[in-house]
């Protein structure tokens, strides 16, 4: 099966999209932007593109460049890396992006890699793929991944048994599925695809247009950043984008996560520090980690124990301090949403103890998920604090980078969600998948130890 589909300025319905002798364009013959192969092994197929251009899709999928370079979420994948990326995009979160990289000029040295890889791969192309392989800049390989721990898990557990399938789209866009070129890879992958000129049916999620060259910035040096923000303005997010730009640069990061409420690599009620050494592709369940130091806060709403909040991450950030091999790490600061009274407080506190070099701050366009000012280094040296004194010999010294949050877009909103509570529930079967075991994943089979 061959499918194509031309990228352009303007917006297609996907019942515009065509079959004609057995191949799938839009409706003006247009010569194809992106082609979909199915190769003959199973669960297995190609995806050619060329720049500039992006595929979003729902779903879990195993991806591999045969041929030059995509990014998802702030993850740049290349040729030459040869290297299998699990990415995660369940429901109850923005459909995940596979956009080209600036095309780089063919080479004799390119070409080797890519037959290298398809070799190793061993991947059974015909000529005609490999001559379209030729005038592509990305080639991308996606697979089925195996069933891991966590879907098996979820898979048994009635709330989170779909969590990464999409199989009832066939009945809820039934009319407008059935004629789009990637219907058929949806029903053998389970997941969900659609193109940046297509009909938006599904929230997306959306690179802020300064996210780039903020991160650039931050990223000249080794340094301390703090992101800051109120609840739903996408820190989590842009947090992992960060990470995943600095990976490259630096091989480790250091994710200082002092949200217990939504904790990125542990379970809730706890302040942490996570040494990140692979990119974060899909949501907090789907990538915890073992910190190197944790402090069991007790609550997830910080407002029933602030103080005992504040000592858990000044113990935190004591340890950090304190150990040389952290020190020469980029510090990226994950705090929580709480932007109103004790909040203020609190966010204030973290930046005094940590004392960075850059904070970010996400402004929404409802004042109510804001700070009441910009977190300024002279609106945090007067704030009256009442965790964390600062010695007036002592001033704080950060750049404060401002962006508008882009976790507000209204358009193609998800009909699946999954609020506060669900997802710190997914986050502990997470952690509880690690203790199960197929078939039946039954927790009570499990010996406990203390």
């Known amino acids: 099966m061959e499918l194509c589909l031309k990228r352009s300025n303007q917006h297609f319905t996907e019942s515009q999209v065509c079959c004609v002798n057995g191949n799938w364009k839009v409706e003006d013959g247009s010569w194809p932007y992106v082609l979909v192969h199915k190769l003959p092994r199973r669960e297995q197929f190609l995806l050619l593109m060329n720049h500039p251009n992006t595929v979003y899709f729902k779903g879990i999928l195993c991806i591999c460049l045969l041929k030059g370079s995509v990014e998802i979420l702030g993850c740049t994948m290349s040729v030459r890396t040869n290297t299998r990326q699990t990415v ?57 991944p195996r069933l891991s721990p966590l879907e098996g898990y979820l898979k048994t557990l009635g709330p989170f048994m779909h969590l990464f399938t999409f199989t009832e789209l066939k009945e809820r866009y039934a009319r407008v599925r059935e004629s789009s070129p990637f219907y058929k890879v949806e029903e053998m992958f389970r997941c969900v695809f659609e193109l940046s000129n297509t009909a938006e049916n599904l929230k997306r999620h959306q690179k802020g247009p300064d996210w780039e060259e903020i991160t650039n910035y931050i990223n000249r040096e080794s340094a301390r950043t703090v992101v800051c923000g109120g609840k739903g303005v996408g820190k989590s997010t842009f947090v992992r984008f960060l990470v995943n730009q600095s990976l490259p640069l630096f091989r480790e990061v250091l ?14 009620g706890c302040v942490s520090a996570v040494i990140v050494k692979q990119p974060l592709l899909g949501p907090s369940f789907t990538h915890l980690t073992t910190p190197e130091q ?146 039946k994943y039954i927790l009570a089979d499990t010996v406990p130890y203390m």
């Not at 949200?259 to 542990?266: A, K």
């Open 255 to 268: 994710c200082l996560d002092f949200d217990p409420g939504q904790p990125e690599f542990t379970i809730p």
């Open 294 to 439: 944790m402090v069991f806060v007790g609550e997830v709403n910080i407002a029933q124990c602030p103080s005992q909040y504040a000592d858990s991450v000044q113990h935190i950030i004591s340890y950090c301090n304190s150990q040389p091999k952290l020190l020469r790490m980029p510090w990226i600061v994950n705090t929580m949403g709480f932007n109103k009274g004790v909040g203020v407080d609190l966010t204030t506190s973290v930046i005094r103890m940590l004392k960075p070099q850059h904070v970010v701050q996400i402004q929404s366009a409802n004042a109510e998920f804001n700070f009441p000012e910009p977190l300024s280094p002279p609106y945090v040296c007067s704030y009256q604090n009442r965790f964390c004194e600062l010695p007036p010999d002592d001033p704080l010294k950060y750049v404060l980078h401002t962006m508008r949050t882009m976790a507000e877009n209204k358009k193609g909103m998800a009909p699946w969600g999954m609020g506060a509570p669900r997802l710190r529930e997914a986050v502990i079967l997470s952690y509880l998948s690690r203790m199960v075991q197929p078939p």
């Open 88 to 144: 995660y995009s369940p429901k109850g979160s923005s459909m995940l992006s596979i956009e080209t990289c600036f095309p780089s000029p063919a080479n004799k040295p390119d070409d080797e890699v890519v037959f290298v890889n398809v070799v190793d791969l061993g991947l059974e192309l015909s000529e005609e793929i490999i001559s379209e392989m030729r005038h592509k800049d990305c080639v991308v390989l996606l697979e089925k």
